[in-house]
Each structure stands twice: as structure tokens, then as C-alpha cells.
């Protein structure tokens, strides 16, 4: 007894949102502080209940995903999943979980890591990196358009400079004639 009072005092106080399931009917046998933080339910709530009576899958095809991988003995490792908040909020979200034999029960641990936020961040740092790209390729074609307009006035500079030079020529070799 108290190892388990333990086991579920570290469980009900880990930092990480994780959630007992058992494997034959789906349903929630314990969950943690930071879980119910997390999607915004009460203790009560989840108690005895499904996810999906809960309806805490955005997309049921990602359970059923979760399902078949854990049916298979395989446990499941960082894998993307996107649940509903209580209030109703996509959270995308890393689950990770694994079947364990309790008793005569089997169960799952599922555990939770949101990352939301970091992939919304990743997005604006790829749009923020087109941005710039597509400025600089604006920026590229400008310049390339300077230099180019830069050669032509160089070789217009060169071609009245050679001009000039011809007209000096022939205005000493004129000199030069009238002076003979």
C-alpha cells in the first residue's frame, strides 16, 4: 500500500501530463495534475470516461492510429496528435504511451506534451524565412538591373571617350593641315 500511495502521489504530482487507461474498454482509470491543467477538465470529469465521450480527438482517424500501434505491442513514441480542450482549443500535442499489466488489469500510460506554441513558432520562422528570401531575390534582381544598367553607361562612357579621342585627332590633324 505504500508503494502504491507513492506511485500515485509521484504520479499525480509528475510535472508531465499523462493519463491510465484501460487497454479493454478505453477508459480513463487516473489522471494527472498537469493533464487536467492542460485540457481543462476536473478530476471528476475524466474519471470512468472515454476520450472518445469526451470527445478529446480533433481527428479520429489519430486514435485509431494510436489504437491499431498499441494493439500491434508496439509502444508508442513521440507521436503527433492533436486534441480538443475542454473549451474547445486544437492543441497539438507529442503523446507517447505504453500497455503495462496492473493486477489483473492491463492499462496504458499515455503522457502528453503540448507543443503548440513551439510548432506555431517554427511556422513563423519558415514564413519569416520566405520573406526574406523572396526579398532578397527582389533585392538580387534590382542589383543585377543596376549592373546592367552600370555596363551600358560604361560602355557608352567608353564609346564618347573613343569618339572624343577621334574628334581631337582629327581636329589636330586639321590644325596641322592648315598650318601646312
Not at 109 to 114: E, H, N, R, V
Amino acid at each position: 500500500r505504500e508503494s502504491e500511495s507513492k506511485f500515485i502521489g509521484l504520479f499525480i504530482q509528475s510535472p508531465a501530463p499523462s493519463i491510465l487507461v484501460n487497454f479493454r474498454n478505453g477508459e480513463f482509470v487516473e489522471v494527472n495534475d498537469a493533464w487536467l491543467d492542460l485540457l481543462g477538465y476536473q478530476r471528476q470529469e475524466i474519471i470512468g470516461r472515454t476520450a472518445l465521450a469526451l470527445n478529446l480527438w480533433a481527428n479520429p482517424s489519430e486514435r485509431d492510429l494510436v489504437v491499431e500501434t498499441l494493439r500491434t505491442g508496439d509502444a508508442l513514441t513521440r507521436h503527433e496528435v492533436h486534441h480538443l480542450s475542454k473549451s474547445g482549443q486544437i492543441l497539438l500535442c507529442v503523446m507517447s504511451g505504453r500497455v503495462f499489466h496492473s493486477g489483473t488489469d492491463q492499462l496504458i500510460i499515455f503522457s502528453l506534451i503540448d507543443v503548440t506554441r513551439q510548432r506555431a513558432v517554427e511556422q513563423e520562422i519558415r514564413d519569416m524565412n520566405q520573406q526574406l528570401e523572396r526579398r532578397v531575390q527582389t533585392r538580387t534582381e534590382k542589383l543585377e538591373e543596376a549592373n546592367n544598367d552600370l555596363s551600358a553607361a560604361l560602355a557608352s562612357v567608353n564609346s564618347m571617350q573613343n569618339e572624343l579621342v577621334r574628334a581631337e585627332k582629327m581636329a589636330a590633324l586639321g590644325s596641322l593641315v592648315a598650318g601646312i
